[in-house]
């Protein structure tokens, strides 16, 4: 059990890249909150924070009208409302072992209070004493326990009989129970199971469940040493338990798209009728009816959690808004709450790549910087609702699972369909050296070969410091060829660092090459060595010369570090578009995306054809795997 004492701070982001830390609203509180601001290169002054902070808070006039307002008017209000003592009324007491209840966050809720059409709710569930820890705890082997002595049941729930009536237009539920008769339950009462079925989904069964405090411990089972010797034997105990929450439970997977905070969900508004949202996705190539019933299947569920919760008043809380940009949540015992509008739960990080990379080393094609700095100072809306509207946006449009590219990349892609985000255009009129011009369907590229260890080894001597900071394989032993002019082996990180310094020597906004692009210069064909069993692999070396027959065995990741992997003597490569490219399985070029592709098979980093999705680590060269991975340049030229 947790006692709510930790108020999590709120963060307010400012222009110029401030951000103002919030955990009161005294003045007094206040005046911390400006004297800790997180500063970025700009000046600020103390009285300028403090006057955004009041503005913040919904009230005009400046900070000195703040300190008017908030003993007139603030301290009076949340007397009348009995807002006595902060707490987070939005952390469970009472957790459960199952992930589909998550906790939502103070940022998660102001967004769904203040950037949500239509009336203010007076009633939200946050689930903060609301019991998670009893029945909707239960797992699939808990409800597999408990139903085992009845056939009946067990059949119903597995099964998952009441959704399939409930939202399956085409389930026939007397064709079943003759499939049964004939193939599974041969005497099966038909007028029982129909009778079970047809039962009022909040009356209550009683079934036999092990009691779980006389179980004896795995730390127990795991004491070899022990002499006690158990001889008790498992303890059970009668639970009467719901229709609708076994049925929850036995589509316990899911509840995660079912609790949120889209719409009026969890909310005193919500409407018990079917058409309310549900995180539920699927491909265009799915069929309209299973879509029908794989959306009425999930508002189901949804039902039955939303009417499981409103049974109680544990885990609701009142809303009280006091002015158009704060609002207090209460509960019933003096305990409140409070959010404020466009707030957030975290700093931002300027630093992306966490210690991989510097700030200063990402080169001008990485949008994900900029876009998070966008989406983090720059944006105000319900993010929750953009990214439910931005999975929509990618499957509707016809993406794959197979190739899902990450939430954050459709939701950037989303907010540019939208025109709220406008990515930069980089382009330039120069002709460097190397590089071949290709034509694609809307731009012309310019497509330099692979960058030679010669070219890697120039840049990491021109910058010490990157090279003697970075993380990640060891480059020496994988770029100890005798022919320098070989294409070199790096990680991600490496090749953004390259690019960023690249861009400075020539002047021009170099970049790797997107997935599609990719494929269209290879003309999506295959090399010669596609199949992994022809030919085209590295060969591993100890320090002192020592050739493997085939992958090392295991050892420590400083012996295997040492290790060098040199190119076949055979190596070969094909031509592409007046471009060179490798002609074995072993060797991958990075892309755009942050992902490689294995040059002759055009396959994932892990052999299969999923190759946005199945992305290897960034910091990885594909050593491990017996893989080097390189790297080419290119840039559009303006039109």
Known sequence: MKNNTIVPTTYIPLEKFHIVPVTGLTPESLKYSAKKTIRDREKISHTTKLNILAKSLGIKGGFANYEKEFEDKLKPFMAKHSLHKRANLLEHKYRGMQLGYTQFTHQQVSERLFYTKGQMPSKLFTGHDFDFSGVLAWDMHDLYEVLAKDKYWENIFIQKLHIKLFCDDSFELDKYIEAMKEHYFVDLNEERFKKL?????????????RRAENLRS??????????????????????????????????????????????????????????SDVEVYYENSMSSDESETYIKSAQFIQKLLNQRFQ???????????????????????????????????????????????????????????????????????????????????????????????????????????????????????????????????????????????????????????????????????????????????????????????????????????AYDEYLTVRDNDLGTNASFKSGGYMTFYTPNGKQYPNHPPYMSQSDFDALTLRFPESLSNFEKNGLKFIDSNFFAEWLLEGVSIRSASLTSFYGDAHVIRASGPRDCTGKYKGVKTGFRLCYELSQ
């Open 197 to 209: 079925l047809s039962l009022d989904l909040n009356a209550k069964i009683p079934l036999t469940k």
């Open 218 to 275: 795995i730390f127990d089972l795991a004491d070899d040493t022990s002499s006690i010797v158990f001889s008790q034997t498992s303890e059970y105990k009668e639970v009467m338990v719901s229709i609708s929450d076994l049925i929850i439970i036995s589509n316990q997977f899911e509840v995660n798209g079912c609790y949120n905070l889209l719409g009026n969900n969890l909310t005193n508004f919500y409407e018990h009728g079917f058409g």
């Open 311 to 513: 049974q109680s008043s544990k885990g609701w809380v009142h809303v009280i808004p006091y002015n158009d940009n704060l609002i207090f949540l209460s509960d019933d015992n003096g305990n409140y709450d409070l959010v404020i509008k466009n707030q957030r739960d975290k700093v931002f990080s300027h630093q992306i790549y966490g210690d991989y990379l510097k700030r200063a080393d990402i080169p001008s094609f990485v949008e994900d910087y900029r876009f998070k700095r966008w989406e983090y100072f720059n944006y105000k809306g319900n993010r929750e609702l953009d990214s439910h509207l931005a999975e929509q946006h990618y499957y509707g449009n016809g993406g794959l699972t197979e190739n899902y590219p990450g939430q954050h990349v459709i939701l950037q892609n989303y907010y540019e369909a939208s025109g709220d985000y406008i990515t930069e255009s980089h382009g330039s009129n120069k002709r460097l050296h190397g590089f071949k011009k290709i034509k694609l369907a809307e731009k012309e590229l310019m497509v330099s070969e692979l960058i030679t260890i010669d070219e890697l080894n120039d840049f990491l001597h021109k910058n010490h410091e990157y090279f003697a900071t970075r993380k990640g394989d060891s480059l020496l032993p994988l770029n100890s060829e005798a022919d320098k002019n070989l294409a070199a082996t790096c990680t991600f990180y490496d090749v953004l660092a390259y690019i960023s310094w690249a861009e400075k020597e020539t002047n021009v906004p170099l970049r790797l090459l």
